[in-house]
């Protein structure tokens, strides 16, 4: 009797130890399966802060990207600027310069002439005390040659 009472305690102790071991396993599988989804959602949420940050940092260097090209643009514009201004300085005096430059040898053509006329004047006027005649002049001055007109009148 004794015997078989050792046999039915070693059984239900088996069956005891055999239940402990399942829930063990199933604990242990459990766990890996939590582990597993905390490792996943974990991983999910560092790439999410990491796609975050690569964002903000290539919108930033895109707006980086416009100042200075903005930047860029207007010390450009400055310098077309100053450019096309010292351009048209230039532009003023070249023009200024021809202009005096033909105006002073309209002057000078016309004084040659003027002279001219002084000089025959004084000889007519000479000549007109005996042959008592006048003498007009008539001078045109424009842009590209000088015209005078001499006539000799006798009174």
Known sequence: MGSGFCIEND????????????RKK?????????????????????????????LHMALRACIIQRWWKMTLLRM????????????AQRERAVTKLQSLVRMWRVHWRYCQVLNAIYVIQCHWQCHNCQTC????????VTTTHLQFHIEIINS
């Open 76 to 87: 450009l514009e400055k310098k077309r600027r100053a450019a096309l201004q010292a351009y």
């Open 11 to 22: 059984v239900e102790e088996i069956t005891y130890w055999q239940i402990q071991q399942r």
């Open 26 to 54: 199933q604990q242990k599988k459990s766990k890996k399966k939590e582990t597993a989804a905390a490792i996943k959602i974990q991983a999910w949420w560092r790439g999410t802060l990491v796609r975050r940050t690569l």
């Open 133 to 140: 005649a006048q003498l007009q002049c008539h001078c045109v």
